[in-house]
């Protein structure tokens, strides 16, 4: 990593104006000013190192529900994504370990990584949930994950069943058994990707941690950037997060 790459910083607002074009798609194509307080909004998660990627995502959540209620009868305003964004910012913490590695001293909005705030439904939900989608995978016209999710579908098929009456430890093994499967598939992803996509995804990942950069250990950024990447690459290749945390 060089001290450039270190030494950047988000410009708010360059950050605002390509959250608004995003936006505005989402609203085809009407045009939602970020201005006063919405600019003071979403400026303020610029400063707090909210990737864009992040923010995208919860606007598209916040859509789906938008457009599962009927027709839409006004655009949109970004205000009414903030819950969804910083929900989805504290999952992607949680992910790439940021707020593991920075003091709540040192950045206030890293908060708890014991606290969920996103609603979960059931085990036996989320690993039905898990096989419908390795299943679509597999039936993709890449064949190079052919294996591992030939496996993974085998054996989350017959984790579902009794997954609903778990308790204790039994279920605790479950858990971590499902840590251990995600591992798994995404180290089944890496070693399908050519090099060059691995580097690219290196490099956003590197866009994305930089706010913390200058903040972590190099051990810890080291642990931070491979698990974005693999974030970044399990959502580019839409695999499923079999993990159950």
């Not at 400026?43 to 959540?61: K, M, N, T």
């Not at 609603?119 to 419908?132: D, I, M, P, S």
């Not at 009456?165 to 995404?186: C, K, P």
Request: a positive charge.
């Amino acid at each position: 990593m060089t001290d450039s790459a270190e030494r950047v910083s988000v410009d708010p607002a360059l950050y605002c104006r390509e959250v608004e074009a995003y936006l505005c798609r989402k609203n085809d194509g009407h045009l939602v000013r970020i201005v006063g307080p919405a600019f003071d909004q979403v400026s303020g998660w610029a400063v707090r190192g909210v990737p864009i990627r992040v923010v995208c995502r919860g606007i598209d959540r916040y859509f789906e529900r938008y457009y599962a209620k009927g027709p839409r009868r006004r655009p949109a305003r970004i205000e009414f994504c903030e819950a969804d964004v910083l929900d989805l910012f504290d999952e992607w913490k949680r992910a790439v370990g940021v707020g593991r590695a920075v003091s709540s001293s040192e950045d206030p909005s890293q908060g708890d990584d014991t606290e969920v705030s996103r609603k979960r439904g059931t085990l036996a939900a989320h690993l039905e949930r898990v096989v419908a989608r390795l299943t679509t995978l597999r039936a993709g016209e890449t064949r190079a994950m052919d294996a591992v999710l030939d496996r993974l579908v085998r054996e989350l098929d017959a984790a579902r069943s009794g997954a609903k009456g778990l308790r204790g430890e039994a279920r605790e093994q479950l858990l971590a058994r499902l840590r251990a499967l995600e591992t798994d598939l995404v180290q089944a992803a890496r070693d399908s990707c050519e090099g060059t996509i691995l580097q690219s995804l290196g490099a956003e990942a590197d866009r994305q941690l930089a706010p913390f950069r200058n903040r972590m250990p190099e051990a810890a950024y080291e642990q931070a950037r491979r698990a974005c990447v693999d974030r970044l690459l399990r959502d580019q290749l839409k695999l499923p997060a079999v993990a159950f945390e």
